[in-house]
């Protein structure tokens, strides 16, 4: 059995990002266009809204854990309204989460860590194949470093979606708990359909920008493929 080396791994790495660019990226641009055009992109603002998506504050109380059962026993709690003044034990109550956003985002985190990795294997590939520094004769070299600059960039950008997703569900349980602390504030409630409706433009526009990446990143590249592998040229006769 031979032995893995550098440069087996190198050539391996190659040989499957060019497959990448030439192959999975067209793919994925037909893959996430229907996706986007799909059903689950076409929900509409009634679906979105609270009374929808949250239980009424009249039946919170009857939803219980689904792993309470299992669980350690609730925190007993002393109410200020207790005339004997003995514990009463407080069930908590399960509320939960928009379920129609739950969906596009459980479909789009796979594609979201797919495109990552896509990105850093094609900029891993041209980086290795920047050649030494040397005097004249750079302009291969400038298309190589501006195209792992834009792999670079989408790369970041991708970041971004799952920090807004962590957001989104850090800002809504704020707005949650705020709601249930203060039921009659009717800005609370329709806070929470804002929040969840700006989630799904968001998500949505996610699905576009990533269709559009894998577009870009297979146009730029095929586009200057012949520089990107050999950017300088052997042939001195050019010069004379």
Avoid at 49 to 63: C, F, P, R
Avoid at 64 to 87: C, E, H, I, M, V
Avoid at 110 to 122: G, R, Y
Wanted: overall charge neutral.
């Amino acid at each position: 059995m031979a032995v893995p080396t550098l440069e087996s791994f190198k050539q391996s790495l190659f040989s499957e990002a060019e497959e990448l660019v030439r192959v999975t990226f067209p793919l994925k641009v037909i893959e996430l266009d229907t996706l986007f055009k799909s059903d689950l992109f076409k929900i509409t603002q009634e679906q979105l809204s609270v009374e929808n998506t949250i239980a009424s504050l009249g039946d919170l109380n009857k939803h219980s854990l689904a792993t309470a059962k299992a669980s350690p026993p609730a925190k007993r709690r002393r109410y200020a309204n207790d005339s004997a003044g003995g514990d009463t034990t407080d069930e908590l109550a399960l509320i939960p989460s928009n379920q129609l956003i739950l969906g596009v985002i459980d479909r789009l985190k796979p594609e979201i860590h797919e495109l990552m990795s896509k990105c850093n294997q094609v900029k891993m590939w041209i980086q290795l194949l920047i050649p030494r520094v040397e005097d004249g004769n750079n302009f291969g070299v400038s298309i190589q470093e501006d195209a792992v600059g834009e792999v670079g960039r989408i790369e970041g950008e991708v970041v971004t979606y799952l920090d807004a997703i962590s957001r989104y569900f850090l800002t809504r349980a704020k707005l949650v708990s705020k709601l249930l602390k203060y039921p009659n504030l009717d800005d609370y409630r329709r806070a929470i359909a804002e929040i969840d409706q700006k989630e799904f433009l968001t998500l949505r526009l996610t699905c576009c920008e990533m269709r559009n990446a894998y577009c870009l990143l297979h146009d730029t590249i095929t586009k200057n493929i012949e520089k990107i592998k050999k950017p300088r040229s052997n042939n001195l006769d050019s010069l004379y």
